[in-house]
């Protein structure tokens, strides 16, 4: 029924009476789609699937600079909190673990199906046993759905492996079902 008005309501909007929005692309060469428990995303097929606890969902591909592997995960449960709080709480918590987090990008975004988004970019230097510091990059994306979960989905790798990992467009693969 919620798929039926949202369809509607993008025509409607669009004022192209009874078109259809264009439907969602087929994962690029390489990438399965992950779809369970209402949310999906495009990640690359040979990485590593583990869930460690439950409510927690992790990938990860081959190790590059300091040994460090990307990776992407998403966790949910019942929300609990206003988002904003989450938010808070989650760049708290984050300067706690890692004492040189600094958010480079700090917004609220739209996601379709969503009741509330919120983009965190940031990067922080770990510290790893033979390697010396190593710049990580994250970017959480902290979702309140309108069926009432808080989610937290996220990418992360070396800063220097970033690009390379394509976690640009797993993040931006993202969406809701």
């Known amino acids: 029924m919620r798929r039926v008005l949202a ?3 993008l025509a409607a909007l669009a004022g192209c009476g009874g078109s259809k929005p264009a439907p969602r692309a087929e994962p690029p060469a390489g990438f399965v789609r992950y779809d369970r428990a209402g949310i999906s995303f ?9 869930e460690p606890t439950p409510g ?10 300091g040994g460090l592997p990307p990776q992407v995960a998403v966790a949910g449960e019942t929300a609990r909190n206003d988002l904003d709080d989450v938010v808070t709480l989650h760049k708290d918590m984050q300067k ?4 040189s987090y600094r958010v480079t990008e700090d917004r609220a975004v739209s996601v379709a199906g ?3 988004a919120h983009k965190v970019d940031a990067e922080y230097q770990v510290h790893k046993p ?7 990059r994250e970017v959480n994306l902290l979702v309140l759905t309108e ?3 808080q989610l937290d989905f996220f990418v992360r790798s070396p800063a220097a492996d970033f690009a390379g990992a394509k976690l ?4 931006d693969s993202f969406r809701l079902q």
Not at 96 to 99: F, L, S
Not at 130 to 136: A, F
Not at 168 to 171: C, E, L, N, P, V
Request: charged letters at 20%.
């Open 147 to 149: 069926d009432g979960r």
């Open 96 to 99: 706690i673990r890692y004492p």
């Open 114 to 116: 969503a009741a509330g």
């Open 42 to 50: 495009d990640r690359p097929a040979a990485w590593t699937h583990d």
């Open 7 to 9: 369809l509607g309501l």
């Open 168 to 171: 640009d467009a797993i993040f």
């Open 56 to 65: 927690l969902t992790e990938f990860y591909g081959t190790p590059g600079h």
């Open 130 to 136: 033979g390697s010396g510091p190593i710049l990580l």
